[in-house]
């Protein structure tokens, strides 16, 4: 059970180059979200979604797409980098509420992308 | 617009203090709130969840309270030790975009042997 995993763990890019950021869960989570982390604004959502084939917009999208084709898999991509898109990319996931309550999202361990 | 904000940004205390960690927000209509570790270039690790209808929860050396009506939190570790040395964060669930987190910025901890 590798719980969330991320593809690359790290990568430079070129300012216009695309790109896309691999996110894997075996945990059979139906619910699954790409967050940034940058200094001083702390981790933002920037898109999410609730079950396969499915997808919304967090507080961030611009610039970034996603797709759920797969319920395991959920997929960042940059059609066009910038340098404001570099930062520190999580990716989580969780279940439904049971009961009503939210249970923790468990995170990956991170894609730092420099973009130049 | 909810904020999450977290007092201090920095604390570096010698082994053994017992500490405490503040976070505040500004919408009391929460579902949970969060404590989570970040060890540096790692992601991050669930410490301890409080349910919006709990006061309190515990794990080991952490206790966690939430007071919804003052928009407050504390995180408290007793018997601090270095392997405690991590970044801190604080983070609400609400209902909107599929039950989101909304960070507040961490308080980086530094435990000094």
């Known amino acids: 059970n590798a719980g969330v995993t991320q593809t690359p763990k790290f990568r430079v890019l070129k300012t216009g180059q695309s790109m896309t950021l691999l996110c894997a869960q075996d945990m059979n989570h139906e619910y699954m979200y790409w967050y940034r982390q940058d200094p001083g604004m702390g981790l933002r959502l920037i898109h999410y979604s609730v079950g396969e084939g499915t997808t919304a917009k967090g507080e961030v999208p611009d610039g970034y797409n996603v797709s759920r084709l797969k319920k395991q898999n959920f997929l960042l991509g940059l059609e066009s980098a910038a340098p404001s898109q570099t930062s520190v990319y999580f990716c989580?996931?969780?279940?439904?509420?049971?009961?009503?309550?939210?249970?923790?999202?468990?995170f990956g361990p991170g894609t730092r992308l420099t973009v130049l | 617009k909810q904020e999450v904000t977290q007092i201090p940004a920095a604390l570096s205390v010698p082994e053994g203090e017992n500490l405490v960690l503040n976070c505040s927000f500004t919408d009391s209509a929460i579902y949970n709130l969060q404590w989570f570790r970040q060890d540096p270039g790692k992601g991050l690790t669930s410490l301890l969840l409080?349910?919006?209808?709990?006061r309190e929860q515990t794990s080991g050396r952490l206790n966690a309270s939430l007071d919804k009506s003052s928009g407050r939190s504390t995180l408290y570790i007793a018997a601090s030790q270095p392997g405690d040395s991590a970044t801190y964060l604080c983070?609400?669930?609400?209902?909107?975009?599929?039950?989101?987190?909304?960070f507040g910025q961490g308080t980086e901890l530094s435990v000094k042997p």
């Open positions: 409080i349910q919006s209808s709990q």
């Open positions: 983070a609400v669930i609400i209902q909107d975009q599929g039950g989101k987190l909304i």
């Open positions: 989580a996931s969780k279940t439904y509420r049971v009961a009503g309550v939210w249970n923790t999202q468990y």
